[in-house]
């Protein structure tokens, strides 16, 4: 994978890219970027290739956020006993110090957030390695439909219960019990992504010092007045600047950061879980903390340069979803004409326990046919001839159903499949 790293280095004026100062070694030849004049000299950023390792968060005793570690220093703390391992929603790979840390200085990590309807990125970026890469699925359209489902029924029992053969004023009405016509109130839907991609931010503060957020803003192209991603976003910034210091950038801004950075995009299907779709563009948020555009001061010369820098490494890459889980109900919503039962007229619908000691939303792993499954409880069936628990993968489309015997338990359920 080609990540980008951007590096500062001093040439002297009038130095052609091909001379021997613009090789680093190592690294190759790079190309150039734009020039800056300096009393005398000239900044000029270079882009290339980083092969750093991956970085490892460390909490201290405390459950403060320390800066992340390299993984060969964390697995020898393990094993000389100076660290645990530190477990996290994320299920991200961290240790947890034993005993009282050498200092508690830290740097500055910047958290890139790039809000969707559908897809979210996040990136967490330091000034010398990228930390995380996160693509949310968000629970969009699985709202959407619950509430579709439930103006439905409510208009149907609305309309048994009022007679319409009658005059207006002999119906059996609903008397208005309050005026909500006058909040401002978000839809349940943008509501659910918003709290999604809060609560995501808000694991990664636990895991890292973060000291800035980035927030992409979104505007309509064009003729177009209002979109769907662009609900929520006030109201998401209020919460986000609770917890840190807060920034904007808008959408072609992120653009022009990610293409000099390298970083590829894929906008072919935004729906791939794959770091191009999305997590990039978090990244390339987050770089924006570290690198700014400055235009040329000069009446005979326009355009300008990006000063600063920032190093973009590979990083652990993650797709979250939230579990599609259908909270307990009395009974379906029609009977069950096909198969009357005297007893039940009407089945049982959700709920979130099941009699085998699961919950909807743990992890598991299943077995069948000798082959491995892992998972998250999604539901169960129990009759007189079989007993079955279903199996949802983070897409929340079912693997299987497996017997409670060929089940165990791996993870109670934090509201968040991670994979």
């Known amino acids: 994978m080609s990540t980008a790293i951007g590096l ?104 890139g957030i790039d809000p969707g309807k559908l897809f979210s990125g996040v990136g ?49 009405h609903r008397a208005k019990r309050f005026d909500n016509r006058v909040q401002k109130k978000l839809p349940p839907s943008i509501r659910s992504n918003r709290q999604l ?5 808000k694991e990664i503060m636990r895991l890292f010092p973060v000291s800035n957020i980035v927030y992409e803003y979104i505007k309509a192209r064009g003729d177009k007045g209002f979109s769907p991603a662009m609900v929520g976003q006030k109201v998401m910034l209020q919460w986000l600047s609770k917890i840190a210091p807060t920034d904007t950038r808008y959408g072609w801004q992120t653009s022009n950061l990610r293409q000099w950075l390298k970083l590829p995009k894929d906008k072919t299907d935004k729906s791939k879980a794959v770091e191009e779709t999305h997590s990039n563009d978090g990244v390339a948020l987050a770089a924006s903390h570290f690198i700014k555009w400055r235009e040329w001061q000069s009446s005979n010369a326009r355009g300008g340069c990006w000063e600063g820098e920032v190093i973009v490494t590979p990083a652990p890459f993650k797709v979250i979803a939230k579990p599609n889980i259908y909270r307990r109900q009395l009974h379906f919503e029609n009977p069950d004409s096909h198969k009357p039962n005297p007893s039940q007229y009407r089945k049982r619908k959700g709920g979130t326990i099941t009699p085998f000691g699961f919950r909807s939303g ?45 089940i165990k338990l791996l993870k109670r359920s934090c509201k968040l499949c991670v994979a």
């Open 8 to 111: 500062t280095l001093a040439h002297t004026a009038g130095c052609s890219p091909s001379s021997a100062c613009c090789k680093t070694p190592g690294l190759g030849r790079f190309k150039t970027g734009h020039l800056v004049s300096d009393g005398g000299k000239e900044q000029v950023t270079f882009i290339g290739l980083s092969p750093k390792m991956q970085r490892v968060p460390v909490i201290s005793p405390d459950g403060l956020p320390l800066m992340p570690t390299k993984a060969s220093r964390a697995r020898r703390w393990l094993n000389e006993g100076k660290a645990k391992i530190y477990s996290n929603d994320l299920n991200v790979f961290a240790i947890q110090l034993v005993g009282k840390p050498s200092g508690h200085e830290t740097q500055d990590v910047v958290i």
């Open 124 to 172: 967490v970026q330091s000034s010398k390695t990228t930390l995380l890469k996160l693509h949310l699925i968000l629970p969009f359209p699985n709202v959407t439909k619950k509430m579709t489902a439930r103006r439905i029924l409510r208009r149907a029992r609305r309309g048994r219960r009022i007679n319409r053969k009658l005059p207006y004023d002999q119906r059996c």
């Open 197 to 201: 991609e809060l609560r995501v931010i």
């Open 362 to 406: 743990d992890f598991v792993q299943a077995e069948k046919a000798s082959q491995i499954y892992r998972g998250w409880i999604g539901g169960y069936t129990q009759t007189g001839k079989s007993k079955n628990i279903s199996v949802y993968n983070h897409e929340w489309k079912r693997i299987g159903q497996f017997s409670p015997t060929k």
